[in-house]
């Protein structure tokens, strides 16, 4: 039974037993012979966070250490990766939510220095935070390998005191994560537990649902919405996607995703996005009614002021999927206009036009 890409991030990214999809984590290239010739201790969270050994600098200014008292996001991407792109918008907005509290470091993995640096000449204000070149892959190696992680776009959070406090997929906890480690609350410990312990719940929700035990399935989710409020949130989210995707229920779905986005998710465009794109790409009859996959995504829109071409592509397609050909035009062509890079403002030129000429 297909996971769409939003549970697989949840899946993926923290070794649960299915494969990486579209929109998850992607696995990054094999092991570098910095790698296999270096013994070293694994990195967890609480350790003092390894040193930002990159080879040059595209954007911001060059941080040779981290300062004590400031707070540090170091992303891991490559070009070619398509979440870690659809991650950038959002990074973007933390930094300037943060501004000088937070310093944000994207390190390129890409073999091609000259395609990363590019790609982020290109992406303007767009990508507005600090971008480094990892060269020789020795920085992924000390950070990534050692944390035992091996898919990007990854996120380390590294407090005031110079730790690692988190590692994990951007678009799965790093916000609360952020929010409390700026506020100095910041429990590494619990944290890493709870986490740990609501992706067992998820493990064992996802397999009862697959097995028809929806009893079982629903127990899972009541503990993991226990831990804590984010996770009750998270928790509520992972119900909609089960029953949409997995019992494919979808009055039900519809129903749970009505609550979710006039609830627990209304603030939260990431969610939002989500379950907008899920309620369009789930199977099941293409001419189900998708007000709600417009609604969620207009509201995602808002939320991101309009400066995520990911979220605006998706609202337009929800337009045209709806039958309503000049309003997704119109929202496309946004889209478009907000998008940096000649490869992807010609796809989204000839989404464009498509909606513009309809058959």
Not at 111 to 132: H, I, K, L, N, P
Not at 267 to 275: F, G, K, T, V
């Amino acid at each position: 039974m297909r996971l769409n890409a939003a549970l697989a991030i949840v899946v993926a990214t923290h070794a649960l037993p299915a494969a990486a999809q579209p929109g998850s984590a992607v696995t990054d290239p094999a092991p570098t012979s910095h790698e296999t010739a270096v013994s070293r201790e694994p990195l967890r969270p609480g350790d003092p966070a390894p040193a930002l050994t990159v080879d040059s600098w595209f954007k911001g200014e060059t941080v040779s250490g981290f300062e004590p008292g400031r707070v540090y996001v170091v992303e891991f991407w490559a070009t070619w990766c398509g979440p870690c792109i659809d991650s950038i918008p959002h990074l973007t907005h933390l930094q300037h939510q943060y501004k000088d509290r937070v310093r944000i470091i994207g390190v390129s993995t890409d073999s091609r220095r000259d395609d990363a640096e590019r790609f982020v000449e290109e992406q303007g204000d767009a990508m507005d935070y600090a971008v480094a070149h990892d060269a020789d892959r020795s920085m992924t190696d000390d950070w990534m390998r050692a944390a035992g992680r091996n898919g990007i776009p990854c996120s380390f959070v590294v407090d005031g005191r110079g730790r690692m406090v988190w590692v994990g997929h951007p678009r799965f906890g790093l916000d609360p994560v952020l929010e409390q480690v700026v506020k100095g609350d910041f429990d590494a410990g619990a944290w890493a537990e709870a986490e740990s312990r609501f992706f067992q719940l998820v493990q064992r929700a996802v397999e009862a649902a697959r097995a028809g035990d929806d009893a079982a399935a629903g127990a899972a989710l009541d503990d993991a919405a226990k831990i804590d409020a984010y996770f009750a949130s998270q928790a509520a989210l992972m119900r909609f996607r089960i029953e949409i995707n997995i019992r494919q229920r979808f009055d039900e779905a519809l129903r749970m995703a009505a609550g979710l986005i006039d609830g627990p998710h209304k603030d939260d465009a990431s969610a939002l996005a989500q379950i907008g794109s899920e309620i369009m790409d789930a199977p099941g009859p293409s001419s189900r009614d998708l007000s709600l996959a417009v609604r969620a995504l207009e509201r995602a829109v808002e939320l991101e002021r309009g400066r995520d071409p990911g979220t605006l592509a998706r609202l337009a397609r929800a337009h045209w999927r709806s039958g309503d050909a000049a309003r997704a035009a119109e929202v496309q062509q946004r889209a478009l206009d907000a998008t940096r890079g000649e490869r992807r403002r010609a796809q989204a030129r000839n989404v464009l036009e498509q909606y513009q000429s309809p058959k």
